[in-house]
């Protein structure tokens, strides 16, 4: 169950189902801005899906957006969920996972 179904059913005064936690870790990556620059498309999507405890990767960020880096910047382009037996192995997973991943990043020209 979502946060936001909980909230609503709270709120509601419905019935809640079980709150007890499930027992696997679970993470998720907040994909980086590598450099500033419009977004041309990602590659290594399959390649990143296709790692045991991966459960998806979003690319929020669309064609042709413009990226900047944090602390210029205020949002990601996208997120990798990952599930497993410990914090550990999830962590690992997440970050290869990233490594699969490339943002092609056409540069911006600033003009004055």
Known sequence: MSLEELLIRHACGLPLPSLKREQAAAGTMMLPIPRAG????VTGLDA?????????????????????????????????????????????????????LHLVITPSLDLL
């Open 38 to 41: 419009f977004l041309k498309h």
């Open 48 to 100: 990143a899906l296709s790692l045991s405890g991966i459960e998806d990767v979003v690319i929020t960020a669309k064609p042709h957006e413009k990226l900047q880096p944090f602390p210029e910047g205020a949002s990601y382009p996208g997120f990798i969920f990952a599930r497993g037996e410990t914090p550990q192995a999830v962590e690992q997973t997440l970050r290869e996972a990233h490594r699969r």
